[in-house]
């Protein structure tokens, strides 16, 4: 037999593809599950966004090598117990001054990024850049950030205020790593 011939020749070329299209099909399964796993609910709010499976995972991958570049740190302990302070005086002043305390949230949110080491600016690109990290919880900021932007523009109640306050303290307990146990801590 001639291994040269056609059908020998169509047959391993035949192979070869399809040895590469499973090889394409499982590096893609392997990177969407990844991304998956990295960025939770952000990863199906980027799909439904972009309408593309590939382009929302391209989008995460670029969120991603953006992010390497910072120099994220943990805060340190003083740190920690001053933006703590400087919280529970924010949730006192939401009783005289609902509007004033969601307004001075935002900032100190916009602080301890700072502090950490995440470049603040534009808030797409800061949600953008703390779904990398904090992909659970993210999506509060959204919230948060849009109740006070409506506010800006007209009056929102009282209840939306509150759940302003109630999303930016999930991201602003994330961000200082609090866990029950180190709010605890912070406490004494």
Same mark, same amino acid.
């Given at each position: 037999m001639d291994t040269q011939s056609p059908a020998v020749i169509i047959l391993i070329v035949l192979l070869v593809v399809a040895?590469?299209?499973?090889a394409w099909f499982f590096i893609q399964k392997n990177r969407t599950q990844k991304l998956k796993s990295q960025f939770g609910p952000e990863y199906d709010k980027a799909v439904g966004e972009s309408r593309s499976r590939a382009r929302a995972e391209a989008?995460?991958?670029a969120r991603v090598k953006r992010t390497?570049?910072?120099q994220i740190r943990p805060l340190s302990?003083? /740190?920690t117990v001053r933006f703590a302070d400087a919280w529970r005086t924010e949730?006192? !002043?939401f $009783?005289?001054?609902p509007r004033l305390a969601v307004n001075h949230a935002d900032t100190l949110v916009q602080d301890v990024m700072k502090r950490r080491?995440?470049?603040?600016? /534009?808030f797409e690109q800061n949600a953008a850049d703390l779904s990398v990290d904090h992909? !659970?919880? $993210?999506e509060n900021y959204r919230i948060a950030h849009e109740i006070a932007v409506r506010d800006s523009r007209t009056e929102v109640s009282t209840e939306d205020l509150r759940r302003a306050m109630v999303s930016y303290r999930s991201l602003f307990e994330d961000l200082l790593g609090q866990t029950t146990e180190t709010r605890e801590e912070v406490r004494r």
């Open positions: 040895i590469a299209l499973a989008e995460l991958q390497e570049a910072f302990r003083e /740190d949730q006192s !002043l $009783v005289d001054n080491g995440y470049p603040v600016g /534009d992909p !659970l919880v $993210v």
